[in-house]
């Protein structure tokens, strides 16, 4: 407790910090036994934060929460639970649909840093109206807000700890809030516990308009750009590409007039990087959809075809596998 005290001594947060026994203990847990995985998570956050603090800024919501995707992901973009929850922010699909992400065969935009940041921002925020109380928001964020004032109801009290020693919430969810606190209180000064972060570069990116479907590939290899650098940018596409119609496409700075030079001499033909294949007797979805390792959906959604139209004879654009 004394050591937290003289590390956190001097620093201003925006978010309420309850220094007690429970969140020492995840302050030394993450100092001591999960100290690796902190450092690489706190060198990710670093090139996220700028981003997330300005969100959350504009959203109404304490900047240090930003913290929370240490504990949801380890700010990491393709992180998916066991639940079926995606993202830096670990959205589920439902939830990330009610505040803005999209989804479909060729995006997911839980993994998209930027636009998962905004509804994370968003939720925490209704959930604090709803609650009135931001460690009550961050029990809804990980069990949902009808778990958190079914646990309000039956111990009589609106107050976290109260709830914690209580048997109306999960143990996960009883360490998720001090576990947040320890993150806010590492990561705002991780050199004063003897961490070493080295902190990744800036989320930096041009945009660049594209009008139908292309290929990251045929992208890079014609704009001169990595396309590992494409695929990192712009974490939301699954499928090597950029979906049919209008999508606005991440490239690295000073690449932006390149990728739009290259658009423009790219023919339709040379866009997607497609398998050509041609239905046979016999065949069904499913057993081509293996065949090639895409899902069934997707085989569907590159050819614009409904099951029923999955016939012998006809011709096929088999899309490159996620």
């Known amino acids: 407790m004394a050591r937290v005290a003289r590390a956190e001594a001097g620093t201003t947060f925006d978010f309420p910090i309850d220094l007690n026994d429970k969140v020492v ?146 143990n996960q969810t009883k360490n998720y809030v001090p576990e947040i606190l320890a993150a806010i209180l590492i990561g705002r000064n991780p050199e004063r516990y003897g961490l070493s972060i080295v902190p990744e570069a800036p989320f930096a990116f041009e945009n660049v308009q594209v009008d139908k479907a292309t290929s990251l590939g045929v992208l890079a290899r014609t704009a001169g750009v990595a396309v590992e650098d494409l695929k990192d940018l712009n974490p939301e596409l699954l499928r090597g590409s950029t979906p049919p119609g209008a999508y606005t496409l991440r490239v690295p700075p000073g690449f932006g007039p390149s990728t739009s030079r290259a658009l423009a001499g790219l023919t339709p033909s040379q866009r997607l990087d497609f398998k050509a294949y041609t239905i046979r007797k016999g065949d069904t979805l499913a057993r081509v959809a293996a065949r090639f390792s895409v899902g069934p959906e997707d085989l569907l959604a590159a050819n614009d075809l409904s099951p029923a139209q999955f016939k012998a004879g006809r011709k096929l654009k088999v899309p490159p596998r996620s």
């Open 25 to 170: 203990t995840w302050v030394r847990e993450f100092t001591t036994t999960r100290r690796v995985f902190i450092e690489r998570a706190l060198g990710r956050s670093a090139r996220y934060m700028p981003m997330v603090r300005q969100i959350f800024a504009e959203e109404g919501v304490p900047q240090d929460l930003g913290y929370l995707a240490v504990i949801e992901s380890g700010f990491q973009n393709h992180a998916r639970s066991y639940a079926a929850a995606v993202g830096m922010w670990q959205f589920i699909r439902s939830t990330g649909r009610i505040y803005g992400l999209k989804g479909s065969a060729w995006v997911d935009e839980r993994r998209d840093p930027v636009k998962s940041a905004r509804a994370s921002a968003r939720y925490l925020r209704r959930l604090y109206e709803i609650s009135g109380d931001w460690y009550l928001a961050l029990v809804g964020y990980n069990a949902g807000p009808l778990t958190t004032e079914r646990a309000v109801a039956n111990v009589g009290s609106r107050n976290f700890w109260d709830l914690a020693r209580s048997r109306w919430l999960r």
